[in-house]
């Protein structure tokens, strides 16, 4: 019930190219979806996050589709660059106000 | 404006002594958050403190953690006596409120030998 899937587990993209991230949770009572974005060595750090009222929220390259009936939701990178090579987390809050992380995905983007 | 700092980033300890983590969170932060990140997995909490009041310390394994924060301010995780399934990176976390955005420190990677 308080679990967050995530995948893929490590994903390649060519420089230029569109990465897609998947997440999808069990819980309706989830108010808020988070991705955080982890450099080898550093904490997450907040990327984008969005509320189940709203489908989509865009800023610069980065996107998050949400589905509130299929209960999923994707982080999408456009344009990717080396420098977007990271682990990327899913996070749902519930309804006590803690983050529950996905596993991570590893992006790797080749030049 | 300093971000949430934690001490030390690396401790190797033998297994059976006891290790702690300093955190001191943002400046006005009134929640703080103790993760556990274990190598290829997302965080997971141990604790959360609103002010100095722990309001959820369900995942934290009681036994041989312990965590306080005196005066609501900075916080200190312990481990006693450690494990070697304890060594991960402890990740400290706060916010202004419990439903506001999280920012997390650098945190501790712990090597139990």
């Known amino acids: 019930q308080q679990q967050v899937k995530q995948s893929p587990q490590s994903l390649i993209v060519q420089k230029g190219g569109i990465s897609i991230i998947n997440c999808a949770y069990e819980n309706t009572a989830f108010d808020y979806f988070p991705w955080y974005q982890q450099f080898p060595g550093k904490g997450p750090a907040l990327l984008i996050a969005i509320r189940p009222d709203v489908s989509e929220k865009k800023e610069g390259r980065f996107t998050i589709s949400f589905n509130k009936s299929a209960k999923q939701f994707s982080l999408h990178i456009m344009d990717s660059q080396p420098g977007d090579s990271a682990t990327y987390f899913c996070a749902a809050r519930g309804s006590q106000g803690n983050l529950i992380f996905g596993k991570g995905t590893k992006l790797s983007v080749k030049p | 404006e300093a971000g949430v700092v934690q001490s030390p980033r690396y401790k190797i300890i033998e297994k059976k002594q006891p290790v702690a983590f300093w955190c001191n969170p943002i400046?006005?932060?009134?929640?703080l958050y103790w993760y556990l990140q274990n190598l290829g997995q997302g965080p997971e909490l141990l604790i959360r403190?609103?002010?100095?009041?722990?309001?959820?310390d369900s995942q934290l394994p009681k036994d041989r953690f312990s965590a306080e924060r005196l005066k609501g301010v900075d916080s200190t995780l312990k481990i006693q006596p450690a494990e070697l399934g304890d060594s991960a990176v402890y990740l400290c976390?706060?916010?202004?409120?419990?439903?506001?955005?999280?920012?997390f420190g650098q945190g501790t990677r712990l090597t139990v030998v």
């Open positions: 400046s006005g932060h009134n929640t």
């Open positions: 976390a706060s916010s202004w409120q419990g439903n506001t955005e999280a920012f």
């Open positions: 403190y609103e002010n100095e009041e722990a309001v959820d």
